[in-house]
């Protein structure tokens, strides 16, 4: 646990888990295994693109409404061989605030050889006096292809809370099937010590999204570059190391605008994956 959650005292509250098995089943991708935790849920899988029929469409949900204080929550995803997925969750992921303790999730995904994976979940609001720590780990086998999304407001703005959260601690760590890590990303944000408005550019929400691919890495970086300059967005991509795939780092104001982009730089992975 990061030394910034060390001054916090040790309150438990509700320990939700979401345990997800992804097989192939003739042409189509099932949830073949699932075992959930309260206040954690997983909607069946369903397969609305007539473009990838057989691609299964899992939605996380929580029935809290929010991560509360003290909150341990964890969520894995094993994707089986030649597997197609797209888990998201049902609404924004809001982090309540704390009188006591801070709030943990921790998400493991496994992506096997051949699979296709979209961890796209909505954007993390953190509330006023609120502290979160999150930590996602990505084991991506070497003809997997995995595009994962991690998107944080700077509060609940219309309520006039632009970052007011205490701590907001978020680590990411892909690595090859080895065990070999291929990149790490942390971004620890404690609105207290820094002003956040100014480092932001006046922009209240924050996203990154990674595309760990082995298909043409100069192909997708003209096609998220054209995609980004048809949105007018304030975005970037670059590569990430070990030449394991792209990266793509957004500022807005808009959720709409960001989520739109996310979903456009999704198809042209999946585009590239040969999803059907």
Same mark, same amino acid.
Not at 240 to 266: K, Y
């Given at each position: 646990?990061?030394?910034?959650?060390?001054?916090?005292?040790?309150?438990?509250?509700?320990?939700?888990?979401? *345990?997800?098995?992804?097989?192939?089943?003739?042409?189509?991708?099932?949830?073949?295994?699932?075992?959930?935790?309260?206040?954690?849920?997983?909607?069946?899988?369903?397969?609305?693109?007539?473009?990838?029929?057989?691609?299964?469409?899992?939605?996380?949900?929580?029935?809290?409404?929010?991560?509360?204080?003290?909150?341990?929550?964890?969520?894995?995803?094993?994707?089986?061989?030649?597997?197609?997925?797209?888990?998201?969750?049902?609404?924004?992921?809001?982090?309540?605030?704390?009188?006591?303790? #801070?709030?943990?999730?921790? +998400?493991?995904l496994c992506a096997h050889p051949g699979s296709y994976v979209e961890f796209l979940?909505?954007?993390?609001?953190? #509330?006023?006096?609120?502290? @979160?720590?999150?930590?996602?780990?990505? $084991?991506?086998?070497?003809?997997?292809?995995? +595009?994962? *999304?991690?998107?944080?407001?700077?509060?609940?703005?219309?309520?006039?809370?632009? @970052?007011?959260?205490?701590?907001? #601690?978020?680590?990411?760590?892909?690595?090859?099937?080895?065990?070999?890590?291929?990149?790490?990303?942390?971004?620890?944000?404690?609105?207290?010590?820094?002003?956040y408005e100014l480092l932001f550019g006046g922009k209240t929400i924050w996203s990154?999204?990674?595309?760990?691919?082995?298909?043409?890495?100069?192909?997708?970086?003209?096609?998220?570059?054209?995609?980004?300059?048809?949105?007018?967005?304030?975005?970037?991509?670059?590569?990430?190391?070990?030449?394991?795939?792209?990266?793509?780092?957004?500022?807005?104001?808009?959720? $709409? /605008?960001?989520?739109?982009?996310?979903?456009? +730089?999704?198809?042209?992975? /999946?585009?590239?994956?040969?999803?059907?």
């Open positions: 646990m990061p030394s910034q959650f060390a001054k916090y005292d040790d309150f438990q509250g509700e320990a939700g888990s979401a *345990s997800l098995g992804l097989s192939r089943s003739g042409h189509r991708t099932v949830l073949s295994r699932l075992r959930t935790k309260a206040p954690l849920l997983v909607q069946r899988a369903l397969y609305p693109e007539h473009k990838a029929p057989g691609m299964a469409h899992i939605y996380l949900m929580s029935s809290a409404g929010g991560i509360l204080q003290g909150d341990r929550m964890e969520i894995a995803v094993d994707a089986g061989k030649n597997t197609s997925s797209r888990i998201t969750t049902q609404a924004a992921t809001k982090i309540y605030r704390m009188e006591h303790g #801070f709030a943990s999730q921790t +998400v493991s979940p909505h954007q993390l609001i953190p #509330f006023k006096s609120s502290r @979160f720590y999150q930590e996602v780990t990505l $084991d991506v086998s070497q003809d997997s292809t995995v +595009v994962y *999304s991690e998107t944080l407001s700077a509060g609940r703005t219309a309520s006039g809370e632009t @970052f007011v959260f205490d701590v907001c #601690f978020l680590r990411m760590t892909a690595r090859d099937m080895n065990g070999g890590v291929l990149f790490s990303d942390v971004c620890c944000m404690e609105p207290e010590k820094m002003r990154t999204i990674y595309v760990i691919t082995p298909h043409d890495h100069e192909s997708i970086d003209r096609g998220i570059m054209e995609t980004i300059g048809k949105h007018n967005i304030l975005a970037g991509c670059s590569k990430l190391p070990h030449d394991c795939g792209l990266f793509v780092r957004v500022l807005d104001d808009s959720i $709409d /605008r960001v989520r739109e982009l996310t979903m456009a +730089v999704a198809r042209i992975a /999946r585009k590239h994956a040969m999803v059907g």
